[in-house]
């Protein structure tokens, strides 16, 4: 498979496509002004109490209040509050945890109102950004993602990804990591640092620990509400999770990211500086690499699949549907179980790719054609969960309920992807009305005295809408006719069948446009 990153920046924000064997899989937007990206930490202020909800609403700046649930709180909130106290009071000097003494893990089935209280401040960090109507969900359970590892601060744990099935590699990660590790901060393997050497663990272990000593060096003077430390730009984040061996080319269309980009690979990963390249064409990047016509094919109501069948998306506030229709496959000559099997299948592989190119969140309900083998709703299931390995959000797939429908639960952090692809209509502009065509005519007269007698034009041609050319043309004595005794020489009308209603156009006798 042939992975590919494409990269364009735009005044508004960076745009990055994901690539693999030349389709569009994934989809990235990074605006300028978002200021509520996944893994900021922010100093908040807790402004109500929810006992119903064992919940609390906290204010980090949004116009609308975070949550913040219990089971968010982190099983060491009581230490994370303990230090955010010393330090904003300046009593304790130094960055990192050596001596200091943890406070014990919170009850698992407490109440958030005996661990937080009303204008407490508190370290919190973004788990979901604001979607639709709600503000951000936040997390005091703080954590700092490197390339390798993730810190986690007041903990002695060391976790490993489940996806490293080597015993002997596990034991590797974990006795390299124990014996670099600072003291009271907790590490979670990332599956990238399999097979990686001593030198790349530490230095990213050291990175990590730099964030977190800028952290709270900041944390004395943070104001209430405000920002605190912030993850880096979404561009370097998604290349920091997802750059591997397998990466073929990373094309960037402005000189300065290039820059920046080419930097930051050569920081985590040397030897994967060469595949970044500056794109220098005058053709937009995402034209040039066919991304432009995928998102319009992808994006919308109706998605189109290669063998006739298609897709209808829904979109709900509380939920995602997705309706598998045969579309002219019913005319195969395959048996109808057969043919079924073979729709769902081609539905499936395209609805594993929606999920991660619209980055739908949620639940997702999908209604395949009917079938009645079990053997086959198995083998659909099976081959729908093998799919959905290559996505990167933590998902759960239940098999074909009795009415045949499969549903997916799917971890949303950020905003769906949603892109507009229909266009405003030209003739209209949108508003659904055009000119009233009683006018066409009085402007079409208005225009040919200006060019005629005013710029002196002769044997110019109108163009213009094959039904307008008939009208003008209608009658023993016709508009053509009439125009003629007018303005003293015969006016040419051509029609062209691509032109709006309303739309007309005027050319010289070389044939070339009179601008207006």
């Not at 996944?38 to 975070?66: C, H, Q, T």
């Not at 958030?112 to 359970?141: F, M």
């Not at 639940?363 to 079938?371: A, H």
């Not at 499969?406 to 892109?419: D, F, G, L, S």
Request: charged share 30%; with cysteine.
């Amino acid at each position: 498979m042939v992975k590919e990153l494409i990269i364009d920046s735009s005044p508004l924000g960076v745009t990055i496509a994901l690539v693999e064997d030349k389709q569009l899989v994934e989809l990235h937007k990074e605006q300028i002004n978002n200021n509520y990206a996944v893994g900021d930490i922010y100093l908040g202020r807790i402004k109500k109490i929810m006992p119903g909800l064992n919940a609390a609403f906290v204010d980090v700046g949004y116009e609308k209040d975070a949550f913040l649930h219990y089971f968010d709180l982190g099983p060491q909130v009581q230490s994370l509050i303990k230090l955010t106290k010393i330090k904003r009071n300046g009593s304790v000097n130094g960055t990192l945890l050596d001596n200091f003494k943890l406070e014990g893990d919170i009850n698992k089935a407490g109440k958030i109102s005996e661990v937080v209280s009303k204008n407490l401040v508190l370290p919190v960090q973004i788990a979901k950004e604001p979607i639709s109507t709600k503000g951000p969900r936040l997390s005091s359970d703080l954590s700092i993602a490197g390339r390798y590892i993730v810190l986690v601060p007041f903990s002695n744990v060391i976790s490993i990804s489940k996806k490293i099935k080597s015993n002997t590699e596990r034991n590797r990660l974990k006795k390299i990591i124990e014996s670099i590790k600072p003291k009271n901060f907790g590490v979670i393997i990332r599956t990238v640092s399999e097979g990686k050497g001593v030198a790349e663990l530490q230095k990213d272990l050291l990175d990590s620990v730099a964030k977190w000593e800028s952290f709270i060096k900041k944390l004395p003077d943070a104001e209430p509400s405000k920002r605190v430390w912030g993850e880096m730009d979404r561009t370097s984040t998604l290349i920091r999770d997802i750059l591997s061996t397998d990466f073929t080319n990373v094309y960037v269309s402005d000189n300065n990211l290039f820059e920046d980009i080419r930097s930051y690979v050569h920081e985590i990963s040397p030897e994967m500086e060469k595949i970044v390249k500056l794109y220098k064409h005058k053709e937009p990047i995402f034209e040039h690499f066919g991304i432009e016509k995928q998102i319009k094919n992808s994006f919308g109501k109706t998605v189109n699949l290669a063998g006739g069948a298609y897709l209808v998306v829904e979109h709900t506030e509380a939920l995602h549907v997705v309706d598998v229709n045969s579309g002219n496959r019913t005319a195969s000559k395959e048996n109808q179980e057969d043919n079924a099997l073979q729709v769902n299948k081609e539905a499936a592989k395209e609805i594993a790719r929606q999920l991660r190119l619209r980055d739908m969140g949620g639940i997702v309900v999908i209604d395949f054609i009917d079938m009645h083998k079990p053997t086959n709703r198995k083998m659909l299931f099976d081959y729908l969960k093998d799919l959905m390995l290559l996505d990167r959000a933590k998902h759960t797939i239940l098999p074909p309920s009795k009415f045949g429908l499969v549903q997916i639960t799917r971890q949303r952090v950020r905003p769906e992807m949603n892109i507009v692809t229909s266009e405003k209509c030209p003739t209209c502009d949108g508003t659904g009305e055009i000119k009233a065509s009683i006018v066409l005519m009085d402007d079409i007269e208005n225009n040919l005295t200006y060019i005629l007698q005013e710029q002196n034009e002769k044997n110019i041609t109108l163009c213009v809408h094959p039904y307008i050319e008939a009208f003008i043309k209608k009658g023993f004595i016709s508009l053509q006719w009439k125009w003629f005794f007018k303005f003293g020489q015969r006016i040419k009308i051509r029609a062209v069948s691509s032109y709006n209603l309303t739309e007309f156009h005027f050319l010289s006798s070389k044939d070339e446009e009179i601008k207006l």
